[in-house]
């Protein structure tokens, strides 16, 4: 589980390619990993994987054939780079939303914008998570805990202010950058309550 505030920005150092999965090595500056143990989970991009051969400065881990299919990871090359976040502890504080790392689907940014001193973003919203999405709610995009500014039936707003704008990959994206979106989870899970009756 995590939050959806992004802790570094890291850059794939190493791809190897193995038999239709690839492991990927990942460096990173800022992230504290005196404590991530094999087989910690870490959410890259919003993508939660599990740690391998952590060592200084950068850590290893595994995507399977079904993660690359249905993420952007799919087209990370060797100085892509990366949200990452710890997965999330009991005494830590919720910051953002609660993040499972499971990625609902990709989309791409359709427009972005500077507006005053952020940036408006409008990313395509699939139509089978249209009904997750509410204006005021949370989505996460790559990893990053948004809120929601408005929803139509084809894309939703986003506002970047200037920390998040620094701080995250966001600041790479251009129009058509595919990205990777999770629905809220509370949205989920009432959907399929209503969708199938609570008894």
């Not at 870490?42 to 400065?57: D, E, F, Q, S």
């Not at 995507?63 to 502890?89: D, F, H």
């Not at 949370?138 to 701080?167: Q, R, W, Y």
Request: include cysteine; hydrophobic fraction near 45%.
């Amino acid at each position: 589980m995590f939050t959806g505030i992004i802790q570094d920005v890291g850059r794939i150092a190493g791809r190897d390619d193995r038999g239709g999965d690839i492991r990927l090595k990942i460096a990173t500056q800022h992230l504290d990993l005196q404590h991530l143990a094999v087989g910690s989970s870490i959410a890259v991009n919003g993508v939660c994987l599990t740690a391998l051969a952590v060592g200084a400065g950068e850590f290893s881990a595994d995507v399977s054939r079904e993660t690359l299919q249905v993420t952007s990871l799919q087209t990370a090359r060797v100085g892509t780079k990366l949200n990452l976040e710890r997965a999330l502890r009991l005494t830590d504080g919720l910051d953002g939303h609660l993040v499972s790392g499971h990625v609902d689907a990709t989309a791409a940014v359709r427009s972005l914008r500077d507006d005053g001193r952020s940036w408006r973003f409008r990313i395509a919203l699939p139509s089978a998570l249209r009904r997750f999405v509410a204006a005021k709610g949370s989505i996460t995009v790559d990893g990053v805990s948004l809120t929601v500014n408005d929803v139509t039936a084809a894309d939703f707003g986003v506002n970047i202010i200037p920390h998040t704008f620094e701080n995250t990959i966001f600041r790479h994206y251009r129009n058509g950058t595919h990205v990777n979106l999770e629905v809220d989870l509370v949205a989920r899970y009432t959907a399929t309550l209503l969708a199938h009756g609570a008894g």
